[in-house]
Protein backbone atom coordinates (compact mmCIF):
# COMPACT_ATOMS: atom_id res chain seq x y z
CA UNK A 1 0.00 0.00 0.00
CA UNK A 2 1.58 3.96 -0.93
CA UNK A 3 0.18 6.17 1.06
CA UNK A 4 0.75 10.31 0.15
CA UNK A 5 -0.64 12.74 3.01
CA UNK A 6 -0.31 16.04 2.55
CA UNK A 7 2.42 16.32 0.41
CA UNK A 8 4.22 19.80 -1.04
CA UNK A 9 7.37 19.87 -3.47
CA UNK A 10 8.86 23.38 -4.20
CA UNK A 11 11.62 23.97 -6.51
CA UNK A 12 12.63 27.82 -5.24
CA UNK A 13 9.81 29.81 -5.19
CA UNK A 14 8.01 27.40 -7.72
CA UNK A 15 5.11 25.18 -5.91
CA UNK A 16 4.88 22.24 -7.95
CA UNK A 17 3.07 19.63 -5.85
CA UNK A 18 0.04 21.62 -3.75
CA UNK A 19 -0.84 19.29 -1.36
CA UNK A 20 -1.34 16.03 -2.52
CA UNK A 21 -3.56 13.23 -0.59
CA UNK A 22 -3.80 9.51 -2.28
CA UNK A 23 -3.90 6.11 -1.22
CA UNK A 24 -3.47 2.95 -3.16
CA UNK A 25 -4.61 -0.33 -2.23
CA UNK A 26 -2.07 -3.49 -2.67
CA UNK A 27 -2.41 -4.94 -5.91
CA UNK A 28 -3.95 -2.09 -7.44
CA UNK A 29 -3.00 -0.19 -10.22
CA UNK A 30 -3.52 3.42 -10.18
CA UNK A 31 -2.96 5.59 -13.28
CA UNK A 32 -1.83 9.45 -13.20
CA UNK A 33 -2.93 11.99 -15.83
CA UNK A 34 -2.98 15.20 -16.66
CA UNK A 35 -0.89 17.99 -18.84
CA UNK A 36 2.56 18.32 -19.17
CA UNK A 37 4.12 20.40 -16.18
CA UNK A 38 1.05 19.06 -13.81
CA UNK A 39 3.31 17.70 -11.58
CA UNK A 40 2.62 13.74 -12.42
CA UNK A 41 6.50 12.40 -12.78
CA UNK A 42 7.44 14.68 -9.74
CA UNK A 43 4.91 12.96 -7.63
CA UNK A 44 6.02 9.66 -8.65
CA UNK A 45 9.90 10.61 -8.49
CA UNK A 46 8.77 11.68 -4.60
CA UNK A 47 7.47 8.27 -3.96
CA UNK A 48 10.75 6.69 -3.86
CA UNK A 49 12.55 9.52 -2.64
CA UNK A 50 14.45 10.92 -5.77
CA UNK A 51 12.66 14.19 -4.67
CA UNK A 52 12.50 14.84 -1.29
CA UNK A 53 8.97 16.56 -0.31
CA UNK A 54 8.93 20.02 1.14
CA UNK A 55 6.19 19.11 3.51
CA UNK A 56 3.99 15.91 3.76
CA UNK A 57 4.90 12.51 4.51
CA UNK A 58 4.99 8.99 2.06
CA UNK A 59 5.05 6.02 3.09
CA UNK A 60 5.12 2.46 1.76
CA UNK A 61 3.74 -0.79 3.60
CA UNK A 62 3.06 1.74 6.21
CA UNK A 63 7.11 3.02 6.08
CA UNK A 64 7.56 6.63 5.53
CA UNK A 65 9.88 6.67 3.01
CA UNK A 66 13.27 9.12 3.07
CA UNK A 67 12.79 10.17 6.46
CA UNK A 68 12.63 8.87 10.21
CA UNK A 69 9.22 10.00 12.12
CA UNK A 70 9.89 11.89 15.51
CA UNK A 71 6.23 13.36 16.50
CA UNK A 72 5.50 15.95 14.00
CA UNK A 73 9.00 16.26 12.52
CA UNK A 74 10.42 14.29 9.75
CA UNK A 75 14.35 14.23 10.48
CA UNK A 76 15.47 12.79 6.51
CA UNK A 77 17.29 9.54 6.73
CA UNK A 78 21.12 8.95 5.72
CA UNK A 79 21.49 7.16 2.02
CA UNK A 80 22.04 4.26 3.25
CA UNK A 81 18.90 3.69 4.74
CA UNK A 82 17.34 5.20 1.65
CA UNK A 83 18.96 3.23 -1.14
CA UNK A 84 17.76 0.19 1.21
CA UNK A 85 14.10 1.48 0.84
CA UNK A 86 14.25 2.02 -2.98
CA UNK A 87 15.00 -1.92 -3.25
CA UNK A 88 11.01 -2.52 -2.71
CA UNK A 89 10.03 0.38 -4.83
CA UNK A 90 10.68 -0.40 -8.62
CA UNK A 91 10.91 2.43 -11.45
CA UNK A 92 11.01 2.67 -14.97
CA UNK A 93 11.85 5.90 -16.58
CA UNK A 94 10.98 7.60 -19.57
CA UNK A 95 14.59 7.26 -20.66
CA UNK A 96 15.25 3.30 -20.45
CA UNK A 97 18.92 3.92 -18.83
CA UNK A 98 20.55 0.63 -19.77
CA UNK A 99 24.41 0.11 -19.59
CA UNK A 100 25.67 0.47 -22.57
CA UNK A 101 28.21 -1.90 -21.60
CA UNK A 102 26.20 -4.68 -20.19
CA UNK A 103 23.84 -7.03 -21.94
CA UNK A 104 20.55 -7.33 -21.23
CA UNK A 105 21.10 -10.43 -18.47
CA UNK A 106 23.78 -8.15 -16.90
CA UNK A 107 21.56 -4.98 -16.71
CA UNK A 108 18.52 -6.78 -15.36
CA UNK A 109 21.18 -8.88 -12.55
CA UNK A 110 23.16 -5.80 -11.76
CA UNK A 111 20.75 -4.39 -9.36
CA UNK A 112 20.23 -8.01 -7.27
CA UNK A 113 24.04 -8.15 -7.39
CA UNK A 114 25.07 -4.63 -5.93
CA UNK A 115 21.90 -3.77 -4.02
CA UNK A 116 20.96 -7.61 -2.36
CA UNK A 117 24.20 -9.33 -2.40
CA UNK A 118 23.01 -12.24 -4.49
CA UNK A 119 25.39 -14.35 -5.72
CA UNK A 120 26.05 -13.85 -9.54
CA UNK A 121 24.69 -16.79 -11.09
CA UNK A 122 21.69 -16.93 -8.36
CA UNK A 123 21.01 -12.72 -10.24
CA UNK A 124 21.79 -14.50 -13.73
CA UNK A 125 19.24 -16.77 -13.40
CA UNK A 126 16.81 -14.42 -12.01
CA UNK A 127 17.64 -11.89 -14.95
CA UNK A 128 16.64 -14.62 -17.45
CA UNK A 129 13.63 -15.47 -15.73
CA UNK A 130 12.16 -11.77 -15.99
CA UNK A 131 13.73 -10.83 -19.38
CA UNK A 132 11.50 -14.53 -20.80
CA UNK A 133 8.97 -13.02 -18.69
CA UNK A 134 8.63 -9.84 -20.89
CA UNK A 135 9.79 -11.22 -24.29
CA UNK A 136 13.33 -11.45 -24.70
CA UNK A 137 14.16 -14.64 -24.07
CA UNK A 138 16.33 -14.52 -27.48
CA UNK A 139 18.04 -11.33 -26.46
CA UNK A 140 19.49 -12.31 -23.44
CA UNK A 141 23.45 -11.91 -24.36
CA UNK A 142 22.50 -8.63 -26.78
CA UNK A 143 23.51 -5.09 -25.83
CA UNK A 144 21.26 -2.21 -25.77
CA UNK A 145 22.48 -0.62 -29.36
CA UNK A 146 21.44 -3.69 -30.78
CA UNK A 147 17.59 -3.53 -29.47
CA UNK A 148 14.74 -1.58 -30.46
CA UNK A 149 13.35 0.81 -28.15
CA UNK A 150 10.41 -1.45 -27.44
CA UNK A 151 12.52 -3.95 -26.58
CA UNK A 152 15.64 -1.57 -24.08
CA UNK A 153 12.27 -0.35 -22.31
CA UNK A 154 11.16 -4.22 -21.74
CA UNK A 155 14.75 -5.01 -20.83
CA UNK A 156 14.30 -1.78 -18.25
CA UNK A 157 11.19 -3.11 -16.97
CA UNK A 158 12.51 -6.86 -16.22
CA UNK A 159 15.24 -4.74 -14.41
CA UNK A 160 13.04 -3.20 -12.30
CA UNK A 161 11.16 -6.54 -11.32
CA UNK A 162 14.82 -8.00 -10.41
CA UNK A 163 14.52 -6.68 -6.84
CA UNK A 164 11.25 -8.16 -6.25
CA UNK A 165 9.49 -4.79 -5.35
CA UNK A 166 6.59 -3.83 -3.36
CA UNK A 167 5.47 -1.25 -5.71
CA UNK A 168 6.26 -0.38 -9.35
CA UNK A 169 6.20 2.60 -10.64
CA UNK A 170 6.34 3.68 -14.22
CA UNK A 171 7.17 7.44 -15.24
CA UNK A 172 5.26 7.45 -19.11
CA UNK A 173 7.34 4.16 -20.01
CA UNK A 174 6.04 5.04 -23.52
CA UNK A 175 6.60 8.20 -24.50
CA UNK A 176 10.25 7.55 -25.99
CA UNK A 177 8.59 4.71 -28.58
CA UNK A 178 8.36 4.99 -31.56
CA UNK A 179 4.10 4.82 -32.43
CA UNK A 180 4.18 0.73 -33.64
CA UNK A 181 6.52 0.24 -30.49
CA UNK A 182 4.50 1.20 -28.03
CA UNK A 183 1.88 -1.70 -27.96
CA UNK A 184 4.25 -3.80 -27.37
CA UNK A 185 5.57 -2.30 -23.79
CA UNK A 186 2.50 -1.78 -22.89
CA UNK A 187 1.54 -5.25 -23.09
CA UNK A 188 4.21 -6.47 -21.09
CA UNK A 189 2.30 -3.89 -18.35
CA UNK A 190 -0.97 -5.39 -19.05
CA UNK A 191 0.41 -8.70 -17.95
CA UNK A 192 1.79 -7.23 -14.78
CA UNK A 193 -1.92 -6.22 -13.84
CA UNK A 194 -2.66 -9.94 -14.39
CA UNK A 195 -0.20 -10.64 -11.74
CA UNK A 196 -0.86 -8.54 -9.14
CA UNK A 197 1.83 -6.42 -8.96
CA UNK A 198 1.27 -2.72 -7.27
CA UNK A 199 1.28 -0.25 -10.37
CA UNK A 200 1.26 3.38 -10.19
CA UNK A 201 1.70 4.31 -14.00
CA UNK A 202 1.93 8.11 -15.36
CA UNK A 203 0.41 7.37 -19.12
CA UNK A 204 -1.13 9.80 -21.57
CA UNK A 205 -2.57 6.50 -23.28
CA UNK A 206 -6.23 6.82 -22.27
CA UNK A 207 -7.44 3.82 -24.11
CA UNK A 208 -4.52 2.13 -21.57
CA UNK A 209 -5.80 3.63 -18.98
CA UNK A 210 -9.23 2.65 -19.37
CA UNK A 211 -8.19 -1.01 -19.94
CA UNK A 212 -6.20 -1.13 -16.77
CA UNK A 213 -6.37 0.82 -14.03
CA UNK A 214 -8.21 0.65 -10.72
CA UNK A 215 -8.03 3.96 -10.25
CA UNK A 216 -7.90 6.69 -12.34
CA UNK A 217 -5.84 10.37 -11.02
CA UNK A 218 -6.10 13.55 -12.94
CA UNK A 219 -3.86 16.19 -11.82
CA UNK A 220 -3.68 19.86 -13.00
CA UNK A 221 -1.48 22.78 -11.27
CA UNK A 222 0.34 20.32 -8.58
CA UNK A 223 -3.46 19.31 -7.56
CA UNK A 224 -5.29 16.27 -7.96
CA UNK A 225 -8.18 17.82 -9.51
CA UNK A 226 -10.60 14.24 -9.22
CA UNK A 227 -9.89 10.62 -8.83
CA UNK A 228 -11.99 7.32 -9.49
CA UNK A 229 -12.66 4.22 -11.17
CA UNK A 230 -12.12 4.63 -15.02
CA UNK A 231 -15.76 5.10 -15.55
CA UNK A 232 -16.17 7.98 -14.20
CA UNK A 233 -12.80 9.90 -14.52
CA UNK A 234 -12.35 9.21 -18.20
CA UNK A 235 -15.92 8.70 -19.48
CA UNK A 236 -17.76 10.88 -17.50
CA UNK A 237 -15.49 13.27 -15.79
CA UNK A 238 -17.15 16.08 -13.43
CA UNK A 239 -14.89 18.51 -13.67
CA UNK A 240 -14.62 20.94 -16.45
CA UNK A 241 -10.44 20.37 -16.45
CA UNK A 242 -10.61 16.68 -16.92
CA UNK A 243 -12.90 16.76 -19.85
CA UNK A 244 -11.04 19.61 -21.70
CA UNK A 245 -7.27 17.58 -21.03
CA UNK A 246 -8.94 14.38 -22.13
CA UNK A 247 -10.27 16.57 -25.57
CA UNK A 248 -6.26 17.68 -25.90
CA UNK A 249 -5.09 14.20 -25.61
CA UNK A 250 -8.06 13.06 -28.24
CA UNK A 251 -6.81 15.53 -30.48
CA UNK A 252 -3.18 15.47 -30.15
CA UNK A 253 -2.56 18.00 -28.23
CA UNK A 254 -0.56 18.61 -24.71
CA UNK A 255 0.66 21.25 -22.87
CA UNK A 256 0.10 23.11 -19.70
CA UNK A 257 -3.49 23.60 -18.90
CA UNK A 258 -4.75 27.15 -18.86
CA UNK A 259 -4.38 29.28 -15.76
CA UNK A 260 -7.89 28.42 -13.75
CA UNK A 261 -8.97 28.80 -9.95
CA UNK A 262 -7.23 25.66 -8.40
CA UNK A 263 -9.15 23.33 -6.25
CA UNK A 264 -9.25 23.49 -2.49
CA UNK A 265 -6.54 22.62 -0.67
CA UNK A 266 -6.20 19.26 1.18
CA UNK A 267 -7.46 19.62 5.04
CA UNK A 268 -5.38 17.03 6.54
CA UNK A 269 -2.33 18.43 8.37
CA UNK A 270 0.82 18.40 6.98
CA UNK A 271 3.78 17.03 8.41
CA UNK A 272 6.84 19.41 8.24
CA UNK A 273 10.25 17.06 7.01
CA UNK A 274 12.70 18.76 9.46
CA UNK A 275 17.10 18.35 9.29
CA UNK A 276 18.15 17.84 12.49
CA UNK A 277 22.03 18.90 12.92
CA UNK A 278 22.95 15.22 13.22
CA UNK A 279 21.71 13.91 10.36
CA UNK A 280 22.58 13.60 6.73
CA UNK A 281 21.16 12.72 3.25
Do not use: C
Request: cysteine-free; proline content about 7%; charged content about 25%.
Amino acid sequence: MVEIRGVHKSFGDLEVLRGIDLRTEPGSVTVILGPSGSGKSTLLRSINHLEPVSQGLISVDGEVIGYRREGDLLHELHEKEVLRQRTTIGMVFQSFNLFAHMTAVGNVAEAPRRALGMPRREAETRARELLALVGLSDKFDVYPRQLSGGQQQRVAIARALALRPKVLLFDEPTSALDPELVEEVLAVIRSLTRAGTTLVIVTHEISFARDVADTVVFMDQGRIVEQGPPAEVIDHPRHERTRSFLQRVATGEDGPSPASPAPAASTSTPFSPYHSPEDHS
